[in-house]
């Protein structure tokens, strides 16, 4: 990848003296960002242009370029692709649009290039993207003129659209954030995410990472990457609406859909996701700024009301308010007049009209040790404007001698947001919730490393579970029996059951149970759903309760069998799940079961397999974790058995590839345990791997 973007030549195919020539803007950028390297220009009618000739084929280069960008119509592009082989090209970027995002039928011309590309094992970006940036060798490629200077600095973006792309380019520029590396990657034909984030997690020059996708080539290998390294990793994933085609069986794949995926995903690694492209900004200016140490935040604003909402976004991003320390506040009450504020922490200066004291407020700030950021919310206008622009641009040298990060927020108009910019060294904030969000993201930033606590591995019947999943039916579903002996060959608890073919069966089945006892029906996918078939009859207490119930059953639903269950009574009803997501690989689900999952939706997720701590965040994040700790006279549920459960289908998880979905619903949890008591799973032995 490091070719793309320290080329020592690059060709520009589809240069023309005529006007409007879009490939005369890629000559440009290269000219105002000052590219000291050979420049190439190609097009069939030859000439020159601005001094420079004009070659009428690629063949007839004097040299062979590191680099060739082309942007021409579609139907010539797999023919330049061919002629870049034959003249040893090694990697192309193509710019030109109109393919497969035009119409369907232009996938032939994408076939073309990709085979030309094998060929003669060449890498290209594109197409239908706009190209590739680097600051450090002042390579700029892009077929849109770019007007504005590109800050140099330590953020690399990588785009699937364009215009989105220019967008976070022209933001960075106009927000002090500097870049190292830009690319448009378009159709990823060739080159994706994978490969290019592979390479910027290494990159000396790439300090953080912006990802803008509409779609992911592979979920796994982007959470391992983002997962390997501590360059924080801001990814906007668009296109949430595009859920699976394929008709969810199971609870879990229902609850579990393509987005709520790429968002457990995400968390996991330790990326930031961003929904929009304003919040993504604000993100990349706080990774601008000095990386917090923690989360302990001084607010000081000028305006009580700005203090209040601050300390609200505070409290929402789980940012620590200390209070300040009396020898910091006392020069602060002797300067003000009225002394009818109570100085704390948000600090309110309403009372308070000496600018030049502002420099020491926000200076002594920074050097206090309980503080690892500051917020400063400053609003001015009139004859306040000259001091305050002082101010903005002191700001600036102080977060940098301190080495600590100073969300400077402005309270002012749009044109004056402009003139302030001009001045300061820092990324402004034009409200406080923004400021406090790019700081506590900032210091959240950075993979989370795997570890090794899965600690419950052990005792795990691979044999079992292998042959158990080899019984499934041509619909691929287990039957129950066989699904609840593969919770058992993973040491998941499961409810003490024996099967039985007709009512004497479970007469005597029920006999060696123990009364009361549940009878289920088993027989394929229409009993999936039991309870709604009618399937499943609760709390039989005696012998003439099961013969009864169970000769009904076998008149009315003609079941293959049935199962005789132990009933296990009271604890909380909760479910848990394994879905097969075709990018991420497995997925393993917890969330509040029993008939109403669905309707609740309370579930949290992770990629399989997980430890002990990604177990408990699972837990903690429902929103009914309160009724896992106790509620209303209730005793908790076993952590430690409801920790050790999800572990161990996360195990089963990643070790069975062949597991398509599976749902325990429900999971009953109480102090002394955890008990399964339904299972439902459905085999695909054919889905392919992650990333294949």
Same mark, same amino acid.
């Given at each position: 990848?490091?070719?793309?973007?320290?080329?020592?030549?690059?060709?520009?195919?589809?240069?023309?003296?005529?006007?409007?020539?879009?490939? #005369?803007?890629?000559?440009?950028?290269?000219?105002?960002?000052?590219?000291?390297? +050979?420049?190439?220009?190609?097009?069939?009618?030859?000439?020159?242009?601005?001094?420079?000739?004009?070659?009428?084929? $690629?063949?007839?280069?004097?040299?062979?370029?590191?680099? /060739?960008?082309?942007?021409?119509?579609?139907?010539?592009?797999?023919?330049?692709?061919?002629?870049?082989?034959?003249?040893?090209?090694?990697?192309?970027?193509?710019?030109?649009?109109?393919?497969?995002?035009?119409?369907?039928?232009?996938?032939?011309?994408?076939?073309?290039?990709?085979?030309?590309?094998?060929?003669?094992?060449?890498?290209?970006?594109?197409?239908?993207?706009?190209?590739?940036?680097?600051?450090?060798?002042?390579?700029? $490629?892009?077929?849109?003129?770019?007007? #504005?200077?590109?800050?140099?600095?330590?953020?690399?973006?990588?785009?699937?659209?364009?215009?989105?792309?220019?967008?976070?380019?022209?933001?960075?520029?106009?927000?002090?954030?500097?870049?190292?590396?830009?690319?448009?990657?378009?159709?990823?034909?060739?080159?994706?995410?994978?490969?290019?984030?592979?390479?910027?997690?290494?990159?000396?020059?790439?300090?953080?990472?912006?990802?803008?996708?509409?779609?992911?080539?592979?979920?796994?290998?982007?959470?391992?990457?983002?997962?390997?390294?501590?360059?924080?990793?801001?990814?906007?994933?668009?296109?949430?609406?595009?859920?699976?085609?394929?008709?969810?069986?199971?609870?879990?794949?229902?609850?579990?859909?393509?987005?709520?995926?790429?968002?457990?995903?995400?968390?996991?690694?330790? /990326?930031?996701?961003?929904?929009? $492209?304003?919040?993504?900004?604000?993100?990349?200016?706080?990774?601008?700024?000095?990386?917090?140490?923690?989360?302990?935040?001084?607010?000081?604003?000028?305006?009580?009301?700005?203090?209040?909402?601050?300390?609200?976004?505070?409290?929402?991003?789980?940012?620590?308010?200390?209070?300040?320390?009396?020898?910091?506040?006392?020069?602060?009450?002797?300067?003000? #007049?009225?002394?009818?504020?109570?100085?704390?922490?948000?600090?309110?200066?309403?009372?308070?009209?000496?600018?030049?004291?502002?420099?020491?407020?926000?200076?002594?700030?920074?050097?206090?040790?309980?503080?690892?950021? $500051?917020?400063?919310?400053?609003?001015?206008?009139?004859?306040?404007?000259?001091?305050?622009?002082?101010?903005?641009?002191?700001?600036? +040298?102080?977060?940098?001698?301190?080495?600590?990060?100073?969300?400077?927020?402005?309270?002012?108009?749009?044109?004056?947001?402009?003139?302030?910019?001009?001045?300061?060294?820092?990324?402004?904030?034009?409200?406080?919730?923004?400021?406090?969000?790019? &700081?506590?993201?900032?210091?959240?930033?950075?993979?989370?490393?795997?570890?090794?606590?899965?600690?419950?591995? +052990?005792?795990?019947?691979?044999?079992?579970?292998?042959?158990?999943?080899?019984?499934?039916?041509?619909?691929?579903?287990?039957?129950?029996?066989?699904? &609840?002996?593969?919770?058992?060959?993973?040491?998941?608890?499961?409810?003490?059951?024996?099967?039985?073919?007709?009512?004497?069966?479970?007469?005597?089945?029920?006999?060696?149970?123990?009364?009361?006892?549940?009878?289920?029906?088993?027989?394929?996918?229409?009993?999936?759903?039991?309870?709604?078939?009618?399937?499943?009859?609760?709390?039989?207490?005696?012998?003439?309760?099961?013969?009864?119930?169970?000769?009904?059953?076998?008149?009315?639903?003609?079941?293959?069998?049935?199962?005789?269950?132990?009933?296990?009574?009271?604890?909380?009803?909760?479910?848990?799940?394994?879905?097969?997501?075709?990018?991420?690989?497995?997925?393993?689900?917890?969330?509040?079961?029993?008939?109403?999952?669905?309707?609740?939706?309370?579930?949290?997720?992770?990629?399989?397999?997980?430890?002990?701590?990604?177990?408990?965040?699972?837990?903690?994040?429902?929103?009914?974790?309160?009724?896992?700790?106790?509620?209303?006279?209730?005793?908790?549920?076993?952590?430690?058995?409801?920790?050790?459960?999800?572990?161990?289908?996360?195990? &089963?998880?990643?070790?069975?590839?062949?597991?398509?979905?599976?749902?325990?619903?429900?999971?009953?949890?109480?102090?002394?345990?955890?008990?399964?008591?339904?299972?439902?799973? #459905?085999?695909?032995?054919?889905?392919?791997?992650?990333?294949?």
């Amino acid at each position: 990848m490091k070719q793309f973007f320290y080329p020592s030549s690059v060709a520009i195919l589809g240069v023309s003296p005529r006007p409007g020539n879009m490939g #005369r803007n890629i000559l440009a950028n290269l000219e105002n960002i000052g590219f000291p390297g +050979e420049i190439f220009l190609v097009s069939p009618k030859g000439g020159e242009l601005g001094g420079r000739p004009i070659y009428s084929s $690629v063949a007839e280069l004097p040299q062979t370029p590191d680099l /060739a960008v082309v942007l021409t119509p579609a139907a010539t592009v797999p023919g330049l692709v061919e002629d870049c082989g034959q003249k040893g090209v090694k990697r192309m970027v193509i710019e030109t649009g109109g393919f497969r995002e035009l119409a369907d039928d232009r996938r032939s011309l994408e076939n073309q290039i990709v085979e030309a590309s094998r060929k003669y094992g060449m890498r290209f970006i594109g197409p239908n993207c706009i190209g590739v940036i680097c600051t450090e060798s002042k390579l700029s $490629v892009p077929f849109p003129l770019l007007d #504005r200077p590109i800050r140099p600095g330590g953020l690399s973006i990588l785009a699937q659209s364009g215009g989105i792309g220019l967008t976070y380019l022209h933001g960075c520029s106009e927000n002090k954030v500097g870049v190292a590396k830009f690319c448009s990657m378009g159709n990823k034909l060739n080159v994706n995410e994978r490969d290019l984030l592979a390479y910027l997690v290494d990159d000396p020059q790439t300090e953080a990472i912006l990802l803008y996708l509409e779609s992911i080539v592979d979920g796994r290998a982007l959470y391992d990457l983002i997962r390997s390294t501590s360059k924080p990793v801001v990814v906007h994933k668009s296109n949430i609406g595009a859920t699976s085609h394929a008709i969810a069986s199971s609870h879990t794949a229902a609850l579990a859909n393509d987005d709520a995926v790429v968002d457990a995903a995400l968390k996991q690694a330790g /990326a930031i996701r961003a929904h929009t $492209v304003h919040e993504c900004m604000q993100i990349v200016k706080g990774l601008s700024l000095p990386k917090p140490k923690g989360r302990r935040l001084a607010i000081i604003s000028r305006s009580g009301g700005h203090a209040v909402v601050s300390a609200d976004a505070a409290f929402r991003h789980d940012m620590v308010l200390p209070p300040f320390p009396e020898e910091y506040l006392a020069p602060i009450q002797e300067a003000t #007049r009225a002394s009818v504020i109570h100085l704390q922490n948000p600090l309110d200066l309403g009372d308070l009209f000496h600018f030049e004291l502002y420099v020491d407020i926000v200076k002594n700030a920074l050097a206090q040790e309980d503080f690892d950021a $500051v917020v400063m919310v400053h609003g001015y206008r009139g004859p306040e404007v000259e001091v305050s622009r002082q101010f903005v641009a002191k700001v600036g +040298e102080l977060c940098k001698q301190a080495g600590k990060p100073v969300a400077l927020v402005l309270l002012v108009d749009p044109e004056e947001m402009i003139e302030a910019a001009k001045l300061s060294s820092i990324p402004l904030f034009p409200f406080a919730e923004e400021g406090i969000l790019a &700081l506590s993201c900032s210091q959240k930033a950075g993979g989370i490393p795997v570890t090794d606590r899965l600690g419950c591995a +052990e005792g795990f019947d691979q044999d079992m579970a292998q042959r158990l999943l080899a019984s499934a039916g041509p619909d691929g579903w287990l039957d129950l029996p066989e699904a &609840l002996h593969l919770l058992n060959a993973a040491r998941i608890p499961v409810a003490p059951f024996v099967t039985a073919l007709d009512a004497e069966d479970a007469v005597h089945a029920a006999e060696t149970l123990g009364y009361p006892v549940v009878l289920k029906a088993v027989g394929g996918a229409e009993l999936l759903h039991k309870t709604e078939a009618g399937g499943v009859v609760l709390g039989l207490e005696d012998a003439e309760a099961v013969r009864a119930a169970a000769q009904k059953m076998m008149d009315r639903l003609k079941p293959q069998r049935l199962v005789v269950m132990q009933q296990i009574g009271g604890g909380q009803e909760l479910i848990m799940g394994i879905k097969r997501d075709p990018g991420f690989g497995p997925v393993v689900l917890l969330g509040l079961g029993g008939v109403t999952a669905e309707a609740l939706g309370d579930v949290s997720l992770r990629l399989a397999p997980v430890d002990d701590n990604e177990a408990g965040q699972m837990m903690d994040e429902l929103k009914g974790a309160a009724l896992l700790k106790g509620f209303r006279g209730r005793p908790p549920v076993s952590r430690a058995a409801l920790l050790e459960a999800v572990m161990r289908l996360a195990i &089963l998880a990643d070790r069975m590839p062949a597991i398509a979905e599976l749902d325990v619903n429900p999971l009953l949890a109480g102090p002394g345990g955890v008990m399964a008591v339904d299972a439902r799973v #459905r085999v695909a032995g054919d889905l392919p791997k992650p990333g294949h």
